[in-house]
């Protein structure tokens, strides 16, 4: 396809991407500021990916934050074609604290090629309610669904949110799905 470059090279280049253009702007720069928190988002959404509390706890430390949460998915819940592909402890989220400004951001995992379940709800695509929006992706939905109501992730993650000076959210591929539509959830001060 005319896109396989993106699939196959891009899709992992954000951030590089983002790191050179952070390295051409003056110290000075008010937009360095920003453009260093986007930098530090699109890391943080792949750093998701290492599985491993201990590894992703000492990259987090490398970019001056603390990993204060980590949940993988240890429980299934029913819910559209990715129920029946879904494989126990391949769903991760990370959450992060800045100990300065007690910021956080909570990342969520992508599309794992190991992992069929990621794949099924990626093309689950049957539109369906969520949090008061209507026509949403099921399967997107439906795999925020399966991460914010495990029991890993309420416990380890949803308790320590009260104590996060605001919530970035991100996530890549399928967890920038997940990541967008929990985002919209708790803007409209719901759960989803």
């Not at 720069?29 to 928190?37: F, I, Q, V």
């Not at 559209?80 to 879904?86: E, H, M, P, T, V």
């Not at 029991?151 to 308790?159: A, E, F, L, S």
């Given at each position: ?11 992992t ?12 702007l ?6 360095l ?6 930098y ?9 990916y ?30 559209g ?18 100990e ?11 599309t ?18 969520f ?18 109501l ?43």
């Amino acid at each position: 396809p005319r896109d396989a470059f993106w699939w196959t090279t891009g899709h992992t280049a954000y951030e590089s991407v983002m790191q050179a253009h952070v390295e051409l702007l003056p110290n000075s720069s008010s937009a360095l500021s920003e453009l260093s928190r986007v930098y530090a988002m699109s890391h943080f959404s792949f750093a998701v990916y290492y599985k491993l509390p201990q590894k992703i706890a000492m990259d987090a430390a490398d970019w001056g934050w603390n990993l204060v949460g980590f949940s993988a998915l240890r429980e299934l819940s029913p819910g559209g074609l990715s129920r029946l592909f879904a494989e126990e402890g391949k769903d991760s989220v990370a959450l992060y604290q800045n100990e300065e400004t007690l910021q956080c951001v909570l990342a969520f995992e992508g599309t794992n090629l190991d992992d069929s379940s990621d794949w099924i709800s990626d093309a689950d695509a049957m539109p369906k309610n969520f949090c008061g929006i209507a026509s949403v992706h099921e399967g997107f939905r439906n795999k925020l669904l399966r991460t914010v109501l495990s029991n890993d992730y309420q416990d380890v993650i949803k308790t320590r949110l009260p104590r996060c000076d605001g919530v970035l959210v991100t996530g890549h591929s399928l967890g920038g799905a997940q990541a967008a539509l929990f985002a919209a959830c708790a803007n409209r001060q719901r759960s989803p």
